[in-house]
């Protein structure tokens, strides 16, 4: 964040039975992941435009011209996440492209392909009913679907979720101030849903996002993005081969179900989503 920033799917590479099955796994769109090599190794991020579409395209731009390369995991908190990309190294720097309008809430329509997971009811945090589910590999908290129908646009409010694993955008008090910076969450922080951007998560490499050096800020050396690529970008032959479990699939719903407490709800943060690199 730029000054003031304060949460993972863990992504299992291990299928479960229910899985074996190949329309159980998906190819992501190359152009929706970005591969960071960072000194601590590897980490393969999904981003996810049907959450932050503004978002996405910002990183995806900014990864194609370099801007990341080379640039310091400055802010790292314990429990909670490392913040990245700013050319500054501090927290106060930004590209020169214009700031984002926040994407919290975006917009569910009936053409988001949104997985529930569970109903909720009203709570403290949220005084109305909700679903929680996922829309490709982000966690997401929605207004009910039945809301669509009386809309004026035909949509629903909805927001992502802080697990671990899951990217957000970084920004001072302004919600409206996002530009260049980013942080990976290390571990569930509730507290940011519905008050920062979500708009992708990590589908391998949670092992290094909790590797990088803690600090606030980092004290020298620190850990840095030694490239951040788009992998559409590079070579095929070069290519990490990806497979993601389809969250439309019976194997996830599998998933779902063995998550499911008595009362019904699921913690969409305690779900792993398998996915295979090679």
């Not at 370099?66 to 501090?90: A, S, W």
């Not at 009386?150 to 008090?173: E, H, T, Y």
């Not at 589908?203 to 004290?219: L, M, R």
């Amino acid at each position: 964040m730029k000054s003031a920033l304060s949460a993972i799917v863990l992504l299992s590479l291990a299928a479960p039975a229910a899985a074996q099955t190949p329309s159980d796994w998906r190819t992501p769109d190359p152009e929706n992941i970005l591969v960071v090599e960072t000194n601590k190794g590897r980490i393969i991020v999904e981003m996810e435009p049907n959450v932050a579409p503004a978002h996405v395209e910002r990183y995806r731009t900014l990864a194609r011209k370099g801007f990341y390369d080379g640039l310091e995991f400055f802010r790292v908190i314990e429990g909670f996440m490392d913040q990245t990309g700013d050319p500054q190294n501090n927290g106060t720097g930004g590209s020169d492209l214009p700031d984002l309008e926040a994407e919290f809430p975006f917009r569910r329509g009936a053409s988001v392909p949104f997985v529930e997971a569970a109903k909720l009811p009203a709570d403290n945090a949220v005084p109305q009913a909700t679903e929680v589910g996922f829309v490709g590999v982000v966690p997401v908290r929605s207004a009910p679907s039945m809301q669509m129908m009386i809309s004026v646009d035909g949509k629903a409010p909805a927001w992502g979720l802080f697990c671990q694993g899951v990217m957000g955008a970084a920004r001072s008090n302004n919600p409206n101030s996002a530009n260049s910076q980013f942080f990976f969450m290390r571990g569930p922080y509730a507290s940011l849903d519905g008050q920062y951007t979500a708009w992708g998560r990590v589908i391998s490499g949670q092992d290094v996002v909790v590797a990088i050096k803690t600090g606030e800020p980092v004290a020298p050396p620190r850990d840095v993005m030694k490239s951040v690529k788009v992998l559409a970008d590079i070579p095929a032959a070069q290519r990490p081969k990806i497979q993601v479990m389809d969250t439309r699939g019976p194997a996830f719903k599998a998933l779902i179900d063995k998550a499911r407490g008595a009362d019904g709800r699921v913690d969409p943060c305690a779900i792993e989503i398998p996915a295979k690199i090679g």
